[in-house]
């Protein structure tokens, strides 16, 4: 029997085995991830702040998993060997494939930053935020020990997708933080540091500005212009001035760092022909050399025929290329001829804040409550179509009328 084997239980490997689960064809999946469990990536910022329990985002893969046609693997990938068709595990295990299909995802990226690694907390899987929200309370009761205002400090480093989202759950979770700390919500101080000027660039001005506007009235204080050259123990070094290059300091004892990802390491360390950790792929999601193997999601870089540049990493594209590979994997299975992958995008949203979102649905902008409302049932049409009516019940978002 021919064997298919999934690498990454997110948003896109979940949904090629559910896709795949489907088919009446004979074969046998082999499903491999870490965890037991999937987690919701586009809400880790929540656990990070404290706003959702991580058992709010995470459900077990074992409900996903059909036993009679799937073996779920629990354990880390290290490579890939597309020559062999083989694929090693940190449990010396080594697994061989007739269809191989990679969704690993993303991890953070520091872009050779010196003190990254060391002195800024990343927020790319479950453990990680729950790493960021278990500092951030650490640092409220070290506040009450030693009354040094900096403990009280977060600094977000990065204002894209990920960084705005976070901070204004960092706004919202502020009333529970300042409790641990015995201080009103005003003195938890939280400021973020970005690059470039314009924040929120796939976004109008208009749209962009909704945003920055409530999130500075909710006492955000923005660097804006200022690229992070160095991190310290509890300090982030800015560049001040483009002209003289001068660089000043910004201290606070939790810095979180949110300014962009790469695709897992094991595209690099499997020879992929990769950057930043995303491999070029064929239009129909296949590895350029090996029409075996399909690289989906956030290590995969497919180029959008109209902007002529890659699909962003979104789970909504990740969904949707899950979509095609078990589509395709179906057509090889019967000597058919594979489709190409399209994307036409349902608009993008970014939360800020349980209650205020904005952003674009097909070509119109929304903003404030509608997109708020919008953003949660675009969460919960990803459980129910992954996840499952049961997981969509559990771990959906219908809290909207508050
Ligand atoms: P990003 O690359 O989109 O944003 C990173 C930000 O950090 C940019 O604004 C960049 O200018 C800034 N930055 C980079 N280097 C810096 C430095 N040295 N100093 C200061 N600032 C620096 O990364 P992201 O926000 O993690 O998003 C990753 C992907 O996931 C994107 O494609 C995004 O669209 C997607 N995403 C989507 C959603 C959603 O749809 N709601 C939510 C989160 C992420």
Same mark, same amino acid.
């Given at each position: ?23 009446? +064809? ?33 459900? /077990? ?28 595990? +940190? ?39 729950? &790493?960021? /929200? +278990? ?14 205002? /900096? ?53 109008? +001005? ?41 660089? =000043? ?70 969904? =949707? ?41 097909? =070509? ?15 969460? /919960? ?8 009516? &049961? ?12």
């Amino acid at each position: 029997m021919k064997e298919v084997v999934i690498l990454g239980a997110g948003y896109a490997g979940l949904r090629t085995l559910k896709e795949l689960q489907k088919s009446k +064809e004979a074969f046998h999946i082999t499903l491999v991830d870490q965890n037991t469990y999937h987690f919701e990536a586009t809400d880790l910022h929540e656990v990070a702040a404290g706003t959702q329990p991580k058992e709010k985002i995470t459900y /077990n893969i074992a409900d996903v998993v059909k036993p009679e046609k799937t073996t779920f693997i629990q354990a880390k990938v290290v490579k890939i060997d597309r020559e062999k068709e083989e694929v090693f595990l +940190e449990s010396g295990q080594v697994l061989t494939y007739d269809y191989l299909v990679v969704g690993l995802g993303f991890q953070s990226e520091s872009f050779g930053i010196p003190g990254v690694t060391e002195y800024a907390l990343e927020m790319v899987d479950v453990d990680s935020a729950v &790493k960021v /929200n +278990e500092h951030i309370h650490e640092m409220m009761r070290q506040y009450v020990a030693t009354k040094d205002e /900096n403990f009280l400090k977060i600094i977000v480093c990065g204002a894209g997708f990920t960084g705005i989202e976070l901070l204004g759950s960092l706004v919202e979770g502020k009333k529970a933080l300042a409790d641990i700390a015995g201080v009103t919500p005003d003195k938890i101080q939280i400021y973020c540091v970005e690059a470039v000027t314009r924040l929120l660039p796939m976004f109008d +001005e208009k749209l962009a500005d909704y945003a920055v506007k409530h999130l500075t009235d909710w006492g955000i204080q923005w660097y804006t212009g200022k690229p992070i050259k160095e991190i310290k123990p509890g300090v982030v070094v800015y560049q001040d001035d483009a002209e003289t290059k001068e660089t =000043k300091e910004l201290e606070a004892k939790t810095i979180i760092w949110t300014t962009g990802v790469s695709g897992s390491h094991v595209m690099g360390d499997s020879g992929f022909s990769e950057r930043r950790g995303r491999v070029m792929v064929s239009e129909d999601l296949t590895d350029p050399d090996h029409k075996n193997v399909y690289v989906i999601g956030d290590v995969s870089a497919v180029m959008d025929a109209e902007s002529q540049r890659p699909y962003p990493t979104t789970a909504q594209i990740a969904l =949707k290329m899950g979509t095609t590979a078990s589509k395709n994997i179906i057509h090889q299975l019967k000597g058919e001829k594979t489709e190409a992958f399209t994307f036409k995008s349902q608009g993008s949203v970014a939360s800020i804040g349980n209650t205020h979102a904005l952003g674009l649905v097909g =070509k119109s902008s929304v903003k404030g409550y509608p997109a708020s409302f919008i953003k949660k049932m675009i969460m /919960n049409k990803s459980l129910l179509e992954t996840g499952g009516v &049961k997981e969509a019940l559990a771990k959906g978002r219908f809290d909207l009328y508050h």
